[in-house]
């Protein structure tokens, strides 16, 4: 049953499969023009990190007014409340919410990295050295980022979106093409 609904949904998105390809191309431009004007693109993501917390926050004060009478009132309140502020502040200056971003993913891949090329040394699973190499990157791209702080505020989430960007859309193409390349239900049928 499992693989009669697997091979319909294949041959519905084989008739759409240009509709995918076109999703990825778009989204590769979109990238590559991201990383093209990365500073343009970082004060982007900066204001749409910033609604997120706007909303977040806003969603997690109303909530704690919901809950007035449980004990974590006050826990839900701050956090919402805080979530707002740094919404708020992100939103009115968006060149400081960039650069403090910076830091936070500065620190995160620094901290990530560390933990994580600690833990597949001393566990040394089968294949261990991929684990070594992807954490060491990773502990470098945080350190680079606190090296060039405050200038890499200026590009790094621009240039992160645009990557991201690229690779999804470079994924969808491919994507694509296989279900593109697929026989369709009806023609293995057929075949059988």
């Not at 989204?27 to 343009?40: C, E, F, K």
């Not at 910033?50 to 006050?74: C, D, M, N, P, Q």
């Not at 933990?115 to 040394?121: D, K, N, P, Q, Y």
């Amino acid at each position: 049953m499992h693989t009669t609904t697997l091979a319909l949904d294949i041959e519905k998105l084989h008739h759409r499969w240009g509709w995918l390809l076109t999703l990825g191309v778009v989204m590769m431009l979109l990238g590559t023009m991201a990383v093209l004007v990365s500073p343009a693109a970082t004060i982007a993501g900066s204001l749409i990190l910033s609604w997120l917390l706007i909303f977040s926050g806003g969603a997690e004060t109303v909530y704690a007014f919901r809950i007035h009478k449980w004990g974590g009132l006050t826990l839900h309140l701050m956090g919402g409340l805080f979530g707002l502020l740094t919404g708020l502040l992100t939103l009115t200056h968006p060149v400081a919410g960039a650069l403090a971003w910076t830091l936070l993913f500065a620190s995160l891949l620094t901290i990530v990295g560390i933990f994580r090329l600690v833990v597949a040394i001393s566990l040394r699973f089968p294949n261990w050295g991929w684990s070594v190499l992807d954490s060491t990157i990773t502990v470098v791209l945080g350190a680079l980022l606190w090296a060039e702080w405050p200038w890499s505020g200026v590009w790094f989430l621009g240039v992160a979106l645009g990557v991201s960007l690229i690779l999804r859309g470079w994924s969808y193409i491919m994507f694509a093409i296989a279900i593109r390349q697929l026989p369709v239900v009806g023609e293995l049928r057929r075949a059988a």
